[in-house]
């Protein structure tokens, strides 16, 4: 039994109402949730202008709290692997490195630069089942969680869209990773049994069913991580813009393979390749949504393989132990149930998703759990995730 099971938001709800009790002895008044998400296929590319296709996971952080009529201080309780925090709504709000209250300090700047008062002190408690460091967006949970609660305790209604975008600015400023939309519009906007299709040029979300108990989404945690905010992720960025000014377009929306071609010798080999990535898997990503609709599996399986592929030898964001759990999947082949698999998410550790059907996923999680085990001496751990819902208010107004 290869695949673990994950606590259900009721009881991850109840951890973090039991814990607020313990910790400032009086009940939570509002409870909110937001999820991690999965990328089925469109990696790199959100800050790209192009489309992406992520789903809610059906992991959350969860944020009990009690207004404190009055004070003046919001104090942070996370217990586990988070330290507290306390912020002072009277002085500047300021990033502590390396701290995980600065994704909440982020949002509750991002708030008050909008001119939304936040009348009084709260305490509260975060309780979070979203794998840290495993490229599933433990951070974008968190931020776009926070950003629900302070949307219940000032009565302010943001919108999904201002909600995913104050929350990535919150990343950028006080997280210093320089993100694209995909992690917090799938947060806010993810619902049960749906993709969320984000086109990240007009910032749109679109829910496309999938809904088929005949699949399976493994989700295979390699438990190796490297910090985006190392370097890595930025250097891409960084290496799309130079190669995007090259080409003379305002926007990757439209850039073609002969667009790139055109400017290779003056890119150079490293950024003509992360060029030639951000081209492929949009393209990739549209085949996939279609793929999809007309229920190509075959198709979209093969989009998938690709896309790692790209991620691998283009992009140079996955790693060896991504490579090996990929390889594995690979390896048992639709004979064995299995129809893609690639890497998720940022890259340099953390994730990857195979798709597979429903029948054979205990099998095919066993395989890639053994053949991980052996190549990489590490536990995988390894998650059979649906679509799940988005961003909600459990309790308070
Ligand atoms: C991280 C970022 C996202 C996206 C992915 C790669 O998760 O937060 O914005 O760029 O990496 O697709």
């Known amino acids: ?12 709800i109840a951890a973090a109402e039991s814990a607020f009790i313990d910790h400032f002895n009086a009940p939570a008044e509002f409870v909110v949730a937001a999820p991690g998400r999965v990328n089925l296929i469109g990696e790199h590319i959100d800050y790209c202008d192009g489309y992406v296709m992520p789903f809610a996971l059906p992991v959350y952080a969860v944020f009990a709290a009690a207004v404190v009529p009055g004070r003046r201080t919001i104090v942070f309780s996370a217990g586990g692997d988070f330290t507290d925090v306390e912020v002072n709504l009277d002085e500047p709000i300021e990033p502590v490195d390396g701290c995980w209250g600065n994704y909440a300090k982020g949002v509750l700047a991002g708030f008050l630069a909008r001119g939304i008062e ?45 909600k995913a975008l104050l929350c990535q600015k919150a990343e950028h400023d006080y997280a210093n990773v320089p993100c694209g939309i995909m992690d917090q519009f799938a947060s806010a906007f993810g619902e049960e049994g749906k993709l969320v299709l984000i086109d990240c040029m007009k910032e749109e979300a679109e829910l496309v069913p999938f809904e088929r108990d005949d699949l399976t989404v493994l989700i295979s945690n390699t438990k190796v991580s490297h910090q985006l905010s190392d370097g890595g992720y930025a250097k891409r960025r960084h290496q799309t813009e130079v190669a995007l000014k090259a080409t003379g377009k305002p926007s990757w929306r439209g850039v073609t393979m002969t667009d790139i071609d055109a400017v290779q ?105 053994e053949r991980y085990k052996v190549e990489t001496g590490i536990d995988a751990q390894i998650m059979a995730a649906r679509p799940s819902q988005g961003a909600l208010v459990y309790k308070g107004a």
């Open 1 to 12: 039994m290869s695949i673990v099971a994950l606590p259900s938001l009721r009881e991850t």
């Open 118 to 162: 936040i009348p009084d002190g709260f305490d509260l408690c975060l309780a979070s089942d979203v794998p840290l460091g495993a490229g599933l967006s433990s951070s974008a949970a968190i931020e776009v969680s926070f950003a629900t609660l302070l949307e219940a305790i000032t009565g302010t209604t943001l919108g999904k869209k201002e």
């Open 265 to 369: 010798s003056e890119l150079g080999d490293e950024v003509y390749r992360r060029a030639r990535h951000v081209v492929t898997e949009t393209a990739r990503t549209l085949d996939a949504a279609k793929a999809l609709e007309n229920g190509e599996m075959e198709t979209l399986g093969k989009l998938m393989y690709e896309s790692h592929d790209s991620l691998r030898d283009d992009f140079e964001v996955s790693c060896s132990e991504l490579d090996v759990l990929v390889a594995a999947a690979k390896e048992l082949g639709a004979d064995k149930g299995v129809i893609g698999a690639r890497m998720t998410g940022g890259g340099f550790g953390g994730s990857t998703v195979t798709l597979c059907r429903t029948d054979a996923a205990e099998e095919v999680a066993n395989f890639l759990a």
